[in-house]
Nanobody, 117 residues
Framework: QVQLVESGGGLVQAGGSLRLSCVASGNSFTIYTAGWYRQAPGKQRELVAGITSDSNTNYADSVKGRFTISRDNAKNTLYLQMNSLKPEDTAVYYC???????????WGQGTQVTVSS
């Protein structure tokens, strides 16, 4: 089993920044693709940013130019740098990984991000 633990969420004012981290742990696995998702009250979970094994990235239009996804393969850690935060970014943010070979997907428990106006 692979466990994902997110951290870095909190309460910030509009225009502020946060960096989310997701640490993966378990036995004999390699992260293939990964991403950050979020779910706001009353809405479905949506993809915020994704990153491939070759570190190619993609972003939701709503966060382009403000958020940056990255990965540290040596530490099995995924990051999401969030700048110029807006109230509409308020959501629970979840990390997700796909493991190499067995193609399993795993989810973290989520971390709350609240942006006040």
């Amino acid at each position: 089993q692979v466990q994902l633990v997110e951290s870095g969420g909190g309460l910030v004012q509009a225009g502020g920044s946060l960096r989310l981290s997701c640490v993966a742990s378990g036995n004999s696995f390699t992260i293939y693709t990964a991403g950050w998702y979020r779910q706001a009250p009353g809405k479905q979970r949506e993809l915020v940013a994704g990153i491939t094994s070759d570190s190619n990235t993609n972003y939701a239009d709503s966060v382009k130019g403000r958020f940056t996804i990255s990965r540290d393969n040596a530490k099995n850690t995924l990051y999401l740098q969030m700048n110029s935060l807006k109230p509409e970014d308020t959501a629970v943010y979840y990390c997700n990984i796909e493991t190499l070979g067995d193609w399993r997907r795993y989810w973290g428990q989520g971390t709350q991000v609240t942006v006040s106006s």
